[in-house]
C-alpha cells in the first residue's frame, strides 16, 4: 500500500505532464529579502531520502529568515527536470543525479552550477538485495547475474563497481538492467533479475514485504563519503540572481547541518517521501554534507572518467557556486 501511494503520489505530480501544476506543491511565503533580484523560486525534487534537508529548511522557515519564497515541486526523475530547468519555469532541481549532470554539462546540455550538496554515500544508504531464498550468498556469487539499477551507468553502478572490485569481484561480469525503483520489487519477483541495487524509502519496504536480504552495502567501504546527488542549477541563473542563489545556500548550508540531527529528519519524512512515522524512523540515511568539497567532487569526476562515463577530465571547481562577497 505504501508503495502505491508512492507510485500514485509521483505520477500526479510531475510537473512535465501537469505543467507545473500548483496543486502539487508547497512554498514558504515571506516578503523578499533586502537586495535579493528574485523573490520566489520554484525547486524541482525527487521525493527521496536524499533532499530532506530542504524539508528542514521549508519547516525551519530558514528560506523566510534569507527572505526568500521557495516553492517545492515534486517530480518523478531529476533529467527529466533539466528542459523545464532550461527554460526558466523552475529554477534548481533538488535530489539531481551528479552523474547524469556532470555529463549533460560536458555535452553541453546545461552550463551546470551545482549550488548545494545534498547527499552522499554511508553505510547501507544503497543496498544489494536479493530475494531471502536466492543462492546469492556473498559478492562473489553476483559475477554471471543481473542486477537491476534505476538508470544504466549512472551512480549506482559507478559506485557498485567500486565496491565489488574491493571485494575481489570483476564488475565485467555483473550486468546491469534499467528497472525503475517502484518497479524492482515485481522484477525480483518474477526472476526478471537476480538482485536490485536501490536505496530507501525502497530498500525498507522490499525488506518488509519480500523479506529480501542485503548481499553488498552499496555505501560501504570504499565509496562512503562519496557525492551522489545535490541542488542544481544553470549558470545563468547565478549570473543573474547571484544574491538570491546565496540565499538559498545559506539556508541549504543550515539545513544540511540540522539534517546531521535523526529526529528532525524522521518528523519531515513521511510529509514528502510517503511512509508513515514507523518506517521513516527505520530509513538508511545518506550523509548529508554541509558544505561544497571540492576533493570529493574531483573523486567523483575521476571515477566517472575512468569509468569511461565522461569524455574527458573535468575541473568540477568550474561548476561549484561560490557565493560572492557580501
Known amino acids: 500500500m505504501r508503495r502505491h501511494r508512492l507510485r500514485s503520489a509521483l505520477a500526479a505530480c510531475s510537473f512535465l505532464v501537469a505543467g507545473l501544476a500548483t496543486g502539487c506543491g508547497h512554498a ?66 533538488a535530489g539531481a543525479n551528479y552523474v547524469t549532470f556532470l555529463q549533460a554539462h560536458q555535452q553541453g546540455t546545461i552550463d551546470l552550477r551545482i549550488i548545494s550538496p545534498g547527499a552522499a554515500e554511508a553505510p547501507r544508504f544503497m543496498q544489494l538485495l536479493v530475494l ?15 542486477v537491476a539499477v534505476n538508470i544504466l551507468n549512472n551512480i549506482q553502478s559507478l559506485t557498485l563497481n567500486e565496491v565489488l572490485k574491493a571485494n575481489h569481484v570483476d564488475p565485467a561480469k555483473v550486468k546491469y538492467r534499467a528497472v525503475p525503483f517502484p518497479s524492482m520489487d515485481k522484477a525480483l519477483k518474477n526472476h526478471d533479475v537476480d538482485a536490485i541495487h536501490t536505496a530507501d524509502p525502497f530498500t525498507t519496504n522490499f525488506q518488509q514485504e519480500l523479506g529480501t536480504r542485503m548481499v553488498v552495502d552499496g555505501g560501504g567501504a570504499p565509496v562512503t563519503g562519496l557525492p551522489v546527488s545535490g ?30 540531527d535523526r529526529a528532525r529528519v524522521n518528523a519531515v519524512l513521511p510529509s514528502f517521501a510517503h511512509v508513515d512515522a514507523a518506517t521513516a524512523a527505520k530509513l538508511n540515511l545518506p550523509q548529508y554534507p554541509t558544505s561544497l568539497d571540492p576533493a570529493g567532487f574531483q573523486r567523483l569526476a575521476d571515477l566517472m572518467l575512468s569509468a569511461g562515463l565522461l569524455k574527458g577530465a573535468i575541473n568540477v571547481s568550474d561548476v561549484l557556486f561560490q557565493a560572492p562577497a557580501k
Open 132 to 146: 531471502p531464498n536466492s543462492p546469492i550468498r556473498t559478492p562473489k556469487d553476483l559475477e554471471g547475474k543481473t
Open 231 to 260: 541542488y542544481v542549477t544553470t549558470r545563468e541563473f547565478v549570473s543573474k540572481y547571484p544574491k538570491t542563489a546565496a540565499a538559498f545556500q545559506r539556508a541549504m548550508e543550515k539545513a544540511q547541518s540540522l539534517a546531521g
Open 28 to 93: 514558504t511565503r515571506t516578503p523578499a529579502g533586502p537586495g535579493l533580484e528574485k523573490k520566489t523560486i520554484t525547486v524541482a525534487e525527487v521525493p527521496l531520502v536524499d533532499e530532506a534537508a530542504l524539508h528542514v529548511a521549508v519547516t525551519q522557515k530558514l528560506f523566510q529568515a534569507e527572505g526568500l519564497n521557495v516553492r517545492v515541486e515534486p517530480v518523478t526523475q531529476s533529467i527529466a527536470a533539466l528542459p523545464a530547468l532550461k527554460r526558466g519555469q523552475l529554477d534548481v532541481i
